[in-house]
Structures are given as C-alpha cells and as structure tokens.
C-alpha cells in the first residue's frame, strides 16, 4: 500500500488517460528510492479471454491528429488509468542508481497508489521567489500552475537522484525539455530494472534482448494502456511475483513468440497507416481522413474524437 506518497503523473498536457506515475522512497536505512508505478490491467483479464483477443488484434493505439483508435474499450481504460484520489491497482517497479547512472538495487511488486499530482511534460519549472515552491509555465498553452513545497521538495529531489544530462548527451535525438529529460531517464532505468528482474527469474538475455526497444536488457512495461506488447510483459512480470503452478499459463503467454512477432508487425502497420492517414489529412488541408467515420459519443483521452470501430 503505496497511499501514502505523493505520486507524479507526467503526461502531455490534453492526456486525460495516464499509464504511470513516479514517486521518491526512503527506506529505513536512509536510501532513496525512485519508484515508477504503471497502470495494471492485467489484474482484470487473463490470455484468451474476449479483452485479451480483441486488444491483442488491435495490437497498439493508434493517434492520427485529433483522433483516436484504442487498444481498450473507453470504459475499460478510464476504470485503469492512474487517477488523483481513488485507489489506483499498479505494478510498482523500484531502483536505486549509483553514481554513474546505473541501476545498483531494484525491486518489482504489485501496489496501490492515491496521491496523484499531474505534471505537464511541457511545462517549465519556475522557482517561486521567497519560497521553496515551484511553478509550472506553459507559454506555448497559457498554462501555469503552483506546485505546494512538498510537491516541489519532492519533485527536486527525484531529480538530482536521474542524471538527467548524461542520457541527454548519448541520446540520438533532442530530448526537449527539463522534465522530458528526467521522465526519459527514469523510464529507461526502470526498463532496465525490469530486464535485469526477468533474468534473475530464469528468463533467458536472449528473449528479453529481442523484446527491448533500446538495448540489452531493457523491457518495456509503462504503456500497458497503450500497446499489446507491454501487456505481454506484465504478463510476465505477474508470473515471476505469483511463481506458482496455477499461474503458469501466465508465462507461456507471455514467450510466445508467434504472438509477438504477429503483434510487432500489427503495431508497425498501424502506425504505418496512421502515418499515411496524418499525410493525406495535412494534403487535404486538415480535413478528416476518408473512409473513417466518427462517434461523438466516443472521446478520445487527447481531448479530440475516436473513429467508429466499424
């Protein structure tokens, strides 16, 4: 029971949809902790049941300018999503980093989680003059907001604990902002944890090799919402925590390769499709893609519409 820290949701701005949320830990020896806690849907369906099939056709979620396709019925993901105030179901993944980055402890668990402070991942970071607070600034969407001391106090201390600047100068890419950088780095550390958690459970470096997306030993399991390969994961993660014989069929899901490969080449065809779809749309002049029609009744968690499932 995690109720009692304060966790951080950071998000884009329209997301009303939130997979995970970050929190600091010190433990009775004085260490500190960085937790990453991620939406569980796993605690609600098993392989092969009717939400497994559909979400493993669906394969990933799909945005094509203001609209969106889901991997999981509307209902199904709101009741999943890390919200403030209500007792959120989460996998919890824990690690502390040495001084050169690296994982040198971690932990994987089932939890509960309440406080939620969602934070902007476009938001700037503003110390409050006179006082130990933050504000967040968004310019670009006349966004500002005052973040209490404790928020703050806690928020600056998560991070000094990610070197931020070292992941920012072996990145290929421009990794944006203050707090872009330190969610990147957190996530891949506690991708990192994960992979080095599934090894010590007997799953082979050559399994979780072909699952990483961005090196050896990384597995990806903070979009469960989001993609059907990080629902495979957790299926694994599950498995290693329950280790009984009545959850074995957990794991086999979870290695089956002739699953994964169908659901990697259905994800890459999607967002293939939705890549093409965003170009004829920005050819047309903005106008809705054809051949899809829209549900008023269906929101997208981007704040636009979701395309008739039909």
Same mark, same amino acid.
Request: proline share 5%; net charge neutral.
């Given at each position: 029971?995690?109720?009692?820290?304060?966790? *951080?949701?950071?998000?884009?701005?329209?997301?009303?949809?939130?997979?995970?949320?970050?929190?600091?830990?010190?433990?009775?020896?004085?260490?500190?902790?960085?937790? $990453?806690? $991620?939406?569980?849907? $796993?605690?609600? *369906?098993?392989?092969?049941?009717?939400? &497994?099939?559909?979400?493993?056709?669906?394969?990933?979620?799909?945005?094509?300018?203001?609209?969106?396709? #889901?991997?999981? @019925?509307?209902? *199904?993901?709101?009741? =999943?999503?890390?919200?403030?105030?209500?007792?959120?179901?989460?996998?919890?993944?824990?690690?502390?980093? /040495?001084?050169?980055?690296?994982?040198?402890?971690?932990? $994987?668990?089932?939890?509960?989680?309440?406080?939620? =402070?969602?934070? @902007?991942?476009?938001?700037?970071?503003?110390?409050? @003059?006179?006082?130990?607070?933050?504000?967040?600034? /968004?310019? #670009?969407?006349?966004?500002?907001?005052?973040?209490?001391?404790?928020?703050?106090?806690?928020?600056?201390?998560?991070?000094?604990?990610?070197?931020?600047?070292?992941?920012?100068?072996?990145?290929?890419?421009?990794?944006?902002? +203050?707090?872009?950088?330190?969610?990147?780095?957190?996530?891949?550390?506690?991708?990192?944890?994960?992979?080095?958690?599934?090894?010590?459970?007997?799953?082979?470096?050559?399994?979780?090799?072909?699952?990483?997306?961005?090196?050896?030993?990384?597995?990806?399991?903070?979009?469960?919402?989001?993609?059907?390969?990080?629902?495979?994961?957790?299926?694994?993660?599950?498995?290693?925590?329950?280790?009984?014989?009545?959850?074995?069929?957990?794991? +086999?899901?979870?290695?089956?390769?002739?699953?994964?490969?169908?659901?990697?080449?259905?994800?890459? #065809? =999607?967002?293939?499709?939705?890549?093409?779809?965003?170009? &004829?749309? #920005?050819?047309?002049?903005?106008?809705?893609?054809?051949?899809?029609?829209?549900?008023?009744?269906?929101?997208?968690?981007?704040?636009?519409?979701? @395309?008739?499932?039909?």
């Amino acid at each position: 029971d995690l109720s009692h820290l304060l966790w *951080f949701a950071i998000d884009p701005h329209e997301s009303s949809i939130r997979d995970d949320a970050i929190a600091l830990h010190t433990d009775a020896e004085g260490n500190k902790w960085i937790l $990453v806690s $991620v939406a569980d849907p $796993v605690r609600h *369906f098993r392989p092969g049941s009717p939400l &497994d099939q559909d979400a493993q056709a669906r394969a990933t979620s799909i945005y094509f300018g203001s609209q969106y396709l #889901a991997l999981f @019925p509307r209902d *199904f993901l709101v009741a =999943c999503s890390i919200m403030d105030g209500r007792r959120n179901a989460t996998l919890t993944v824990g690690y502390r980093m /040495d001084d050169t980055g690296n994982v040198a402890d971690y932990v $994987v668990f089932p939890s509960v989680i309440q406080k939620i =402070c969602h934070i @902007p991942i476009t938001s700037s970071l503003v110390p409050l @003059p006179g006082s130990q607070g933050l504000l967040l600034e /968004d310019a #670009a969407r006349s966004y500002s907001a005052e973040l209490t001391t404790t928020a703050s106090n806690d928020l600056r201390a998560l991070m000094k604990l990610a070197p931020t600047q070292k992941l920012s100068t072996e990145a290929k890419e421009p990794l944006g902002n +203050e707090l872009s950088r330190f969610v990147a780095t957190v996530m891949r550390a506690c991708r990192h944890a994960v992979g080095l958690h599934l090894i010590k459970h007997g799953i082979s470096r050559e399994f979780i090799s072909r699952q990483s997306h961005t090196g050896n030993e990384q597995v990806w399991v903070t979009s469960p919402l989001r993609s059907y390969e990080t629902v495979l994961n957790h299926y694994l993660l599950h498995s290693t925590i329950l280790q009984d014989d009545e959850h074995k069929y957990l794991l +086999e899901s979870a290695l089956d390769e002739k699953v994964r490969r169908a659901v990697r080449n259905r994800t890459a #065809a =999607c967002r293939n499709i939705a890549r093409h779809l965003e170009e &004829d749309g #920005a050819r047309d002049g903005g106008t809705r893609p054809p051949n899809v029609t829209v549900s008023e009744s269906e929101r997208s968690p981007r704040g636009g519409v979701v @395309p008739n499932r039909t």
